[in-house]
């Protein structure tokens, strides 16, 4: 089945510093991807769409300015969490659509995020 | 705005039993559902994708069906091994994916 890459699996970083996360779509192209966020024993709750070639979409309370999200290629998709804080720590994951099950969603295999 | 909902939150069994987890949403108008399963500190894996048409969907010992016009899925696990334990994910696509809060289950041997 199609299969999402991404990368890193785990990152520690220091407060105030800016941490980039790839997500890849391997042997498909995905015009959409889309990020979420996942805290310690909670669902993962959707970020933003990120569209190749525009603008990402972001829901509601998400700060733009502080998730980068860059979809520079029809197959990587980049979430930049800038000036990190200890809050931000979290599991961020990545999924695109699937081109062979119909709607169907394909996941990444997630990034954990620690601030310190 | 969609809202998806699923109980029990947490479910402990001993092994060989048969159960039932419960997924519900508020917007009946979706694409698909889809159950997965998540391992402590891991991603992802679908277990079972049912579309809009269709009624149930199986896969080994797994069992999802789906009433959209009351806005219910189950997923039926039978004859539940230790292997089983993790937390089972259910997201409904209106376009695009919103997730239960899962039910974490254990299944003691």
């Known amino acids: 089945g199609a299969v999402v890459s991404q990368h890193p699996s785990r990152v520690i970083c220091k407060s105030g510093t800016s941490v980039k996360i790839e997500c890849r779509s391997l042997?498909?192209?995905?015009?959409?991807m889309f990020w979420y966020r996942q805290f310690p024993k909670q669902s993962l709750m959707l970020m933003a769409t990120?569209?190749?070639?525009?603008?990402?979409?972001?829901e509601q309370g998400v700060e733009k300015d502080k998730f980068l999200i860059n979809h520079a290629s029809l197959t990587l998709s980049t979430l930049t969490v800038t000036s990190a804080h200890p809050e931000d720590s979290s599991f961020y994951i990545c999924?695109?659509?699937?081109?062979?099950?119909?709607?169907?969603?394909?996941f990444g295999s997630g990034t954990r995020l620690t601030v310190v | 705005k969609q809202e998806v909902t699923q109980i029990p939150a947490a479910l402990s069994v001993p092994e060989g039993e048969n159960l039932v987890l419960n997924c519900s949403f508020t917007?009946?108008?979706?694409?698909?559902l889809q159950w997965f399963r998540q391992d402590p500190g891991k991603g992802l894996t679908s277990l079972l994708l049912?579309?809009?048409?269709?009624r149930e969907q199986t896969s080994g010992r797994l069992n999802a069906s789906l009433d959209k016009s009351s806005g219910r899925s189950t997923l039926y696990i039978a004859a539940s091994q230790p292997g089983d334990s993790a937390t089972y994910l259910c997201?409904?696509?209106?376009?695009?994916?919103?997730f239960g809060a899962g039910t974490r289950l254990t299944v003691k041997p």
């Open positions: 049912i579309q809009s048409s269709q």
């Open positions: 042997d498909f192209q995905a015009t959409t």
């Open positions: 999924s695109a659509r699937d081109p062979v099950a119909t709607y169907g969603y394909t």
């Open positions: 990120s569209n190749e070639g525009s603008k990402a979409t972001y």
């Open positions: 917007d009946s108008a979706i694409y698909n």
């Open positions: 997201a409904v696509n209106n376009n695009d994916m919103r």
